[in-house]
């Protein structure tokens, strides 16, 4: 291990939307490039969130063009214009333009390039974190002493699977390797894709062209939103008197998120999509099994209903957020508290993870783990700005269960 490598003063777990986010607003400020980290397993920038989106066939983002990585709200446009893509920046109704993937993808790498956020990455995955004084963190490649550590893992990577789906070849997951869409199915496939969100149906249109037929098969009607929460989850006042109000970690704040998260809905536009794909059609059942026969796969639905097909695709999101090994290792070791569900407990003004005592860590957190704080777009693109706020420029304490004014 070089010397530069033996200790820092920030060293973020997670090289993501958000990590990533961080790491440039720390470059930004008065932070030499020796004094930061980032840990991520796989060693590149963006690397996970770019196989996902391939990896359901997603061509635009859902959200708007001032969310990004960069340090202008309206960077991302300044550089469509530049490059003469405003094309690439969609219209959408009742909402600003969202751009492609590609166009979001390269201004975000040119963002990377002209910080030197590359440089600061070093491949391995880390396993533990430890120490009273500085932070010892463990990795696969040996440990690092570091003042403060960011936790940007992002959301859990144990995806959800059914029970009834068991391990078959021609039942995978829709994050599962091979990563691009005309790569999961064969030509003249009968496709089920199980799941009622973006991403399922995202995939569902994206396979249409290859496949025979593709069933959307969620277990309850579709829902149709926008975006993934009120907008007004974007504001630190709203947010502060939605959560802040309720006790760190608690029920209430948990149930507050679930209720004002519109989990497994679609935005009308992608709507537009499943209902002009003519070999698509959606149908609502719970599965219940799924067996391998000599003319492919058998479906069954709770009411008994038989159903044929060639391949199945899950697309039914990932595990608690809360349970991911690392978390409960951390937790565990450095005595941090948790809250309902194994929430992580962070103070609002800083996002520092409280110890069970009451103190403030040096492990502060960002991204859906920090969603108790952050409010229901915590694990989305804008949740990386406003971690970035609280993180590195704290607010003033206030009292915890009293509204507080806005932050600028
Ligand atoms: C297909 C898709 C489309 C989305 N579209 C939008 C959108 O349009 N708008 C929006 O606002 N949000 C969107 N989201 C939601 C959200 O913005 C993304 O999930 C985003 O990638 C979250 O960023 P993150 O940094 O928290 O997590 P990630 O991007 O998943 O990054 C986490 C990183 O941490 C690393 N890591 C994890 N554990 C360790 C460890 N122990 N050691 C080292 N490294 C580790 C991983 O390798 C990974 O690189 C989308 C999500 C998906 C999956």
Redo the contacts with the bound molecule.
């Keep these: 291990m070089s010397a530069r490598d033996s200790e820092v003063t920030w060293l973020i ?7 990533t986010y961080i790491a440039r607003e720390l470059k930004e400020s008065d932070i030499t490039p020796d004094d930061l980290m980032v ?4 060693g590149e920038l ?4 770019r196989r ?2 391939r990896a ?1 066939g ?1 061509e635009t ?3 708007n063009y001032v ?1 990004h990585i960069g340090p202008s709200p309206f960077g991302l446009e300044r550089f469509a214009e530049a490059k003469v893509r405003d094309d690439e920046l969609i219209s959408t109704q009742n909402s600003q333009p969202r751009p492609t993937l590609d166009l979001f993808v390269e201004y975000a790498e040119q963002v990377i390039e002209r910080f030197d956020l590359q440089e600061l990455v070093r491949e ?4 533990g974190i430890s120490g009273d004084g500085p932070l010892i963190v463990e ?1 696969t490649t040996g440990s690092i002493r570091a003042a403060n550590v960011v936790l ?4 859990n ?1 144990r995806f959800n699977r059914p029970a009834w789906a068991g391990d078959m070849d021609r039942v995978s997951h829709v994050w599962d390797e091979p990563t691009a869409p005309p790569e999961r199915i064969e030509d003249g496939e009968r496709v089920w894709v199980i799941g009622g969100g ?2 399922a149906a995202q995939f569902a249109t994206s396979v249409a062209d290859q496949a025979a037929s593709v069933v959307l098969c969620s277990r309850s009607p579709l829902e149709i939103a926008l975006r993934e929460a009120d907008p007004r989850w974007l504001n630190w006042q709203y947010i502060t008197k939605q959560l802040h109000s309720l006790p760190p970690g608690s029920q209430a704040r948990y149930d507050r998120l679930r209720k004002a998260r519109k989990k497994g809905t679609i935005p009308p536009y992608l709507q537009r999509e499943l209902d002009k794909t003519d070999n698509l059609e959606h149908h609502h059942e719970e599965l219940t099994m799924v067996l391998e026969t000599r003319d492919g796969l058998r479906l069954t639905g709770e009411q008994g209903a038989v159903h044929q097909a060639d391949r199945v695709v899950l697309a039914t999101g990932f595990e608690s957020v809360y349970d991911q090994p ?1 978390v409960e290792r951390i937790a565990s070791k450095l005595e941090l508290e948790r809250g309902h569900r194994g929430m992580p407990v962070l103070e609002d003004s800083t996002l520092a993870w409280r110890t069970r005592d009451g103190e403030c860590s040096r492990i502060f957190v ?3 783990l920090a969603e108790g704080s952050l409010g229901a ?1 915590a ?4 949740g ?1 700005r406003r971690a970035a706020e609280r993180i590195l420029n704290p607010q003033p304490q206030r009292n915890p269960h009293q509204a507080a004014s806005p932050s600028p």
């Design positions: 777990v997670g090289g993501g939307i958000h990590g840990v991520d397993s796989k963006l690397a996970s969130f996902k989106a359901c997603m983002l859902r959200s969310q391995a995955t880390v396993t990795t940007a893992v992002g959301p990577e973006t991403t690392l960002t991204g859906r777009f694990g989305n693109i804008p990386a």
